[in-house]
Nanobody, 128 residues
Framework: QVQLVESGGGLVQAGGSLRLSCLASGRTFSSYVMGWFRQAPGKEREFVAAISWSVGVPYYQDSVKGRFTISRDNAKITVYLQMNSLKPEDTAVYYC?????????????????????WGQGTQVTVSS
C-alpha cells in the first residue's frame, strides 16, 4: 500500500518562500512519476509540477515556472516542492500524488497521468 504524507505548508507573506515535502512509502518507486497538485477554494484541482523518480526530469505548469522547483531525494524517498516568490493566487491545498507507470510517458504528458495515489494535502496560504 502506497502512502504519501505531505508536510511544510503554512502561512507566508507575498514574496516569501515555502518548501513542501512528500514522504513516500510502501513500494519501489523507480517507475513512478511524482506530482504536486493544488486546489484553491471554489476551484478545480490543478496540476503544479511533476518529476520522474528514476531520471528526475521535471515538468511545470506555466504559472509556476521560474518560481517553483520540484526535486526528489532517493535516499529519503521524499519529493520536494520549493516555492519562491509566492503570490496570493498560490493559496491552496497542495497535494502530492504518484503515478505507477508515468515514467513510460513523455514529460509533457505528466499533467494528464492517472495518478493512482494521493496524499492528504497541506494548506498553503499567501497573504498580500
Amino acid at each position: 500500500q502506497v502512502q504519501l504524507v505531505e508536510s511544510g505548508g503554512g502561512l507566508v507573506q507575498a514574496g516569501g518562500s515555502l518548501r513542501l515535502s512528500c514522504l513516500a512509502s510502501g513500494r519501489t518507486f523507480s517507475s513512478y512519476v511524482m506530482g504536486w497538485f493544488r486546489q484553491a477554494p471554489g476551484k478545480e484541482r490543478e496540476f503544479v509540477a511533476a518529476i520522474s523518480w528514476s531520471v528526475g526530469v521535471p515538468y511545470y505548469q506555466d504559472s509556476v515556472k521560474g518560481r517553483f522547483t520540484i526535486s526528489r531525494d532517493n535516499a529519503k524517498i521524499t519529493v520536494y516542492l520549493q516555492m519562491n516568490s509566492l503570490k496570493p493566487e498560490d493559496t491552496a491545498v497542495y497535494y502530492c500524488a504518484a503515478d505507477r507507470r508515468g515514467s513510460s510517458y513523455s514529460v509533457s504528458y505528466y499533467p494528464k497521468l492517472t495518478y493512482d495515489y494521493w496524499g492528504q494535502g497541506t494548506q498553503v496560504t499567501v497573504s498580500s
